[in-house]
């Protein structure tokens, strides 16, 4: 692919993911659709899915940001649900998709269609959590559905790798294929271990942001890299690697966590919409390789396989939400209670993504004495079917189904009150701690200058507090929003001052930029102060 292709395809997928923000319709929806209608465009070039880029070049960023985002502590105060659908569910999946797919397609044979099943088993909750938050699902369900994503992709492309052994003639039996799995698993995550403390370690003592950020740009290849060398798990690598940095990452001086979360969420956005543009572009590759199979004849084999899909996932959730809570007296104590409705949005939130299709073009053309790998393509195009109609499917009714089932949403009052009251234990403290201090002579400082220390300590207190209060009845904003976009008023009134002395040769560009970073800075931390992210 040339140069001009790639940037066409990140430029072209960055601007219709941010049309998307300014519709109903969820971005990778929109993204899949243009990928569709792009792939029949005359001079759109050839975009087909290299797993060899999406795996280790992909696949690591993307695994990173969830994990250093999600909390350690949620994810293991959920880790039985997690497990159940990220290990559990997969294995389940794999089993019942592949052989009930062995039962609908005439002479494909059971390896071929087990690896059709691993393929296909692992939810992207890319698109589920998005949407998720944007409705205000219950952090538990969220909390889930994140988990599932950090780890399924794990148990997916090993329990793929067994079973294509299996299907190419390298010799593979359950007890190996288990030994196999067990080995890539444990492997991932020691390597995660292993890596984890050094690179904190790292993190925490280099002492120019620049450096720091260089460095978080490379741990998720280096952890994903290495475990594969070793044939574990890059993505529990990753994965383990990510929730211990996220987990101390406020043991990281400011300006690293300023520059990190900007740039981790560039990297995101982009590589989220160029892989599910990706996947509406592959529509030409996997028709054109059909083969023996006729394009009515594979439909109805993807109507069925989608079918089975959907229907697998309510089969394990359901009895695996239940069961264990009327088995288990320890669990009903530790575990809120749930009825019929958090399921169901777990068991339709099943939207597969890029991975599935990067895994199924992994599959070698040829097996292990040369003859064509059996239904390769068949698996490929019924992967590609099942991936856009559980995007489609499930993802244009899962916000109408979150809406009708009327599950509580997040309580604003309540969580700025918590907000609010941490604020002030923070606050009180250190106004104890600066009073120590400017009680040492050390540390004299001219009355303006320590009352502005404490004027900042009371606004930062307050401005919570403020957001529970009454509004000014012209505006309609509370008396923080007044304060803040006051603030950004008079920041706006000094950098146009800033601009107007270095074109009029007053300072030169060097010490405008300094005095404008002193302002930007000023700007972000009243942003964030607000709830911006």
Known sequence: MDVLALVALVAGSAAIAGAARRTSVPAPLLLVAAG?????????????????????????????????????????????????????????????????????????????????????????????????????????????????????DATAITACKVALGAAVGTGASWGGGLREFLLAAVGGVIVGLVLMVPLHWLRTHLREALLQNTLSLLIPFVAYALAEQFEASGVLAVVVVALYLGHHNTQVDFATRLQEHAVWKMIAFVLESAVFALIGLQVPFVLRGLGEYGVGEACLFAVGVFVVVVLARFVWVYPATFVPRLLSERIRRREPDTNWKAPLIVGWAGMRGVVSMAIAFSIPETTHDGSPFPGRNLVLFLTFTTVIGTLVVQGLTLPPLIRLLRLPTRDVQTETLAEAQAQNEASRAAERRLNELLADERNALPKPLADRLRTVLERRRNSVWERLGGVNEATGESADATYSRLSREVIETERSVFVRLRDQRGIDDEMMRTLLRRLDLEEAAAYREEGGD
């Open 36 to 152: 569709l209608v792009a792939a029949y465009v005359p001079g759109i070039p050839d975009y087909t899915l290299d797993p060899h880029v999406v795996l280790p070049l992909i696949l690591p960023p993307l695994l990173y940001t969830s994990a250093v985002d999600a909390s350690y502590l949620d994810l293991r105060a959920n880790a039985r649900p997690v497990a159940l659908l990220s290990v559990g569910y997969v294995l389940f999946a794999t089993l019942a998709v592949g052989y009930l797919a062995y039962l609908l397609v005439p002479d494909l044979p059971l390896t071929a269609a087990l690896v059709l099943g691993a393929v296909i088993a692992p939810p992207d909750a890319v698109a589920a959590t998005a949407i998720a938050r944007r409705l205000g699902l219950p952090h538990r369900i969220t909390t889930i559905l994140q988990g599932e994503s950090l780890v399924n």
